[in-house]
């Protein structure tokens, strides 16, 4: 959040001198808590390592004992003491039906008051009412959101006037290399397909 307020006050006419308590959130030593340890996840995993975070991660099924300690990770059962515990909470789950408003109130309720909530997943992964109730109440301190529901919000969305959240217009993904890569690969996909051979990215296996 300060990263946004602090570029307004860089560039604003009427700035005349920098406050020098303005103070952010250490992530270095801090706790991140993965909700979905897919490979997106696992590599949010093996970065934030290199920050030396305490990671906790999530997931329908736990890792090998082999990779968790590659990264550091530590398995949480339940989701709840996941949050209960993480300063920082990352959403990065496929959307299903068993996923959708998967972080509701009682969810929100749950994380500590000096939490961010991030969601690089899909928007309706969070019940967004609730969430924008969470950050108005500083029930969660705030919140970065690559995604949301619907994508782009309607104008006069709450979420847009609140200043505890940063809203990204969906581009975790958005680099000249990365799309070149996904370029590629549904290539590869489709060529698979005519020729009749086993699909290398297949959404849903056999």
């Not at 004992?65 to 990770?73: F, I, L, N, P, Y």
């Not at 909470?89 to 039906?97: A, C, D, E, H």
């Not at 301190?141 to 782009?152: C, G, S, W, Y």
Request: net charge neutral.
């Amino acid at each position: 959040m300060y990263l946004h307020s602090g570029c307004q006050i860089a560039v604003s006419p009427d700035t005349k001198y920098f406050a020098v308590d303005w103070l952010g959130v250490e992530v270095a030593r801090a706790t991140l808590g993965i909700i979905g340890m897919g490979s997106i996840g696992y590599k949010v995993a093996q970065r934030a390592r290199a920050f030396d975070m305490r990671i906790l991660y999530h997931n329908r099924n736990r890792r090998q004992k082999e990779e968790e300690e590659a990264v550091g990770a530590h398995y949480c059962e339940k989701m709840e003491d996941l949050l209960q515990q993480s300063d920082f909470v990352m959403l990065v789950v496929n959307l299903t039906p068993e996923t959708r408003k998967l972080i509701g109130k009682k969810e929100l309720g749950l994380m500590k008051p000096t939490a961010t909530l991030i969601n690089i997943s899909r928007g309706a992964v969070i019940d967004q009412d609730a969430l924008v109730e969470a950050l108005q109440n500083k029930v969660i301190r705030a919140a970065a959101l690559d995604v949301t529901h619907p994508e782009p919000l309607l104008r006069d969305h709450p979420l847009l006037k609140l200043n505890n959240v940063i809203i990204t217009p969906h581009i975790g993904t958005a680099t000249v290399q990365a799309i070149r890569v996904m370029a590629e690969e549904a290539i590869a996909n489709m060529l698979a397909v005519l020729n009749g051979q086993p699909i290398p990215s297949e959404v849903f296996p056999r």
